[in-house]
């Protein structure tokens, strides 16, 4: 499974968007990348997959190059409820997900 | 969605005794569920894989006589800390796949965890 590298934290301000860049240089053909949402003492909630290109759903959109290394969860106008932090996974769909330390965003009044 | 819950969302105990967690999906059948673990201001680290009705797969460095794993049906997984020390003190997280209709992938669904500190 790939190993991914992400930002440690982030910061913003309500209204703005936020990019956060994943790196996974050893995706393989068969993964699907993943990105996943956790508040405190509160288990991942699934935000966006998508394989190639972009991907946009009520909530986010994912964009990823054609050499497929790296991958961006794009959240448009965050407010103070999106502070949280980020998961970016290589998933094949075989179940087994493996996570990295994840970006922690903190959205600011 | 798919909901996963677990049972119980947090617990105490006396270091040396047994503390078992539920797993289950409420509205769909799993026949993997997988078990983490997490740390405070850490990543969840993947325990084990839960297969219903076979014997649970776990990965490196983590004590299957310590953490016992039960799948016996399609909703239904558990995991038993047994002889539960202080350093087990954490965050138990289990999630479920499931293709579900209108989705063209296996999204995996997370548990709202538990808390398990050991005096």
């Known amino acids: 499974l790939a190993k991914t590298t992400q930002p440690i934290s982030m910061d913003s301000y309500e209204g703005q968007e936020v990019n956060i860049t994943c790196s996974h240089n050893n995706i393989a053909t068969n993964d699907y990348i993943t990105w996943y949402q956790q508040f405190p003492s509160q288990g991942p909630r699934f935000i966006i997959q998508g394989y190639k290109t972009k991907v946009t759903n009520e909530v986010a959109s994912l964009f990823i190059p054609a050499d497929r290394k790296s991958s961006t969860l794009s959240l448009p106008r965050v407010s103070l409820s999106d502070t949280a932090v980020y998961y970016c996974l290589g998933d094949n769909q075989g179940g087994k997900l493996i996570f990295g330390q994840g970006t922690e965003l903190s959205v600011k009044p | 969605g798919a909901v996963v819950s677990q049972h119980p969302s947090r617990v105490i105990c006396k270091s040396g005794t047994s503390v078992k967690i539920e797993c289950r999906s409420l509205d769909f059948q799993a026949t993997t569920m997988f078990w983490y673990r997490q740390f405070p201001k850490k990543s969840l680290m993947l325990m084990a894989t839960s297969n219903e009705g076979s014997k649970a797969t776990y990965e490196q460095g983590v004590e299957k006589d310590k953490f016992l794993i039960n799948h016996a049906s399609l909703t239904l997984s558990t995991l038993t800390v047994t002889s539960a020390h202080p350093e087990d003190s954490s965050f138990y997280i289990c999630?479920?796949?499931?293709?579900?209709?209108?989705?063209?992938?296996?999204?995996?669904?997370f548990g709202p965890g538990t808390r398990l500190t050991v005096l």
């Open positions: 999630s479920a796949s499931a293709g579900l209709a209108g989705h063209s992938y296996n999204e995996q669904f």
